[in-house]
T-cell receptor, first 115, second 118 residues
Framework: AQKITQTQPGMFVQEKEAVTLDCTYDTSDQSYGLFWYKQPSSGEMIFLIYQGSYDEQNATEGRYSLNFQKARKSANLVISASQLGDSAMYFC????????????FGAGTRLFVKA | EADIYQTPRYLVIGTGKKITLECSQTMGHDKMYWYQQDPGMELHLIHYSYGVNSTEKGDLSSESTVSRIRTEHFPLTLESARPSHTSQYLCASYSNPPGQGTLNYGYTFGSGTRLTVV
């Protein structure tokens, strides 16, 4: 069965520094997609970045990059040059190729950016 | 500007009442989802739909029901609200263009409905 594990309940980072949020996953599928979402205190969920299981290069979107290590089944999110507005919950998620169109989410990591 | 709308944003209701949480999207997405999320916790899938007249139960057992009579509309109904239903309910949708894979499109989420049953 598919599973997402985020082992860091909370993280602190100094403004302008980089931070890595960990995510490991478990699936028996060869084809799957990995996602990161941001949830500010207002509650809405914002899609940040996507990585496909067959993608050879790590995905990047502005200050966000995904460190994809397929053999280790990890998909860590790296935020460069942290900003105060990055303070939020971050969720790692996965959609399997053969499991229909469902996406499962990890427990999330709360990021605090310090001025 | 949101393309997926949830109403109400907040709802406080008494035990035993019937309620319907509304979700509408203007993007023409065929796949729609309801997730339940307690504050600061992970999201649990309770219902989803692949298209009109298609609905499925998710991984989390739920006493709610859904319908999908129109592409843009995916309401969630609780026949008899209980305090255990107190949570945030998030609606999401996505669609993959014809000929494109189903994996590489992120959800668009609504703003959520925060439900309190007293």
């Amino acid at each position: 069965a598919q599973k997402i594990t985020q082992t860091q309940p909370g993280m602190f980072v100094q403004e302008k520094e980089a931070v890595t949020l960990d995510c490991t996953y478990d699936t028996s599928d060869q084809s799957y997609g990995l996602f990161w979402y941001k949830q500010p205190s207002s509650g809405e969920m914002i899609f940040l970045i996507y990585q496909g299981s067959y993608d050879e290069q790590n995905a990047t979107e502005g200050r966000y990059s995904l460190n994809f290590q397929k053999a280790r089944k990890s998909a860590n999110l790296v935020i460069s040059a942290s900003q105060l507005g990055d303070s939020a919950m971050y969720f790692c998620a996965m959609r399997e190729g053969t499991g229909g169109f469902k996406t499962i989410f990890g427990a999330g990591t709360r990021l605090f950016v310090k001025a | 500007e949101a393309d997926i709308y949830q109403t109400p944003r907040y709802l406080v209701i008494g035990t035993g009442k019937k309620i319907t949480l509304e979700c509408s999207q203007t993007m023409g997405h065929d796949k729609m989802y309801w997730y339940q999320q307690d504050p600061g916790m992970e999201l649990h899938l309770i219902h989803y739909s692949y298209g009109v007249n298609s609905t499925e139960k998710g991984d989390l057992s739920s006493e709610s029901t859904v319908s999908r009579i129109r592409t843009e509309h995916f309401p969630l109904t609780l026949e008899s609200a209980r305090p255990s239903h107190t949570s945030q309910y998030l609606c999401a949708s996505y669609s993959n263009p014809p000929g494109q894979g189903t994996l590489n499109y992120g959800y668009t989420f609504g703003s959520g409905t925060r439900l309190t049953v007293v």
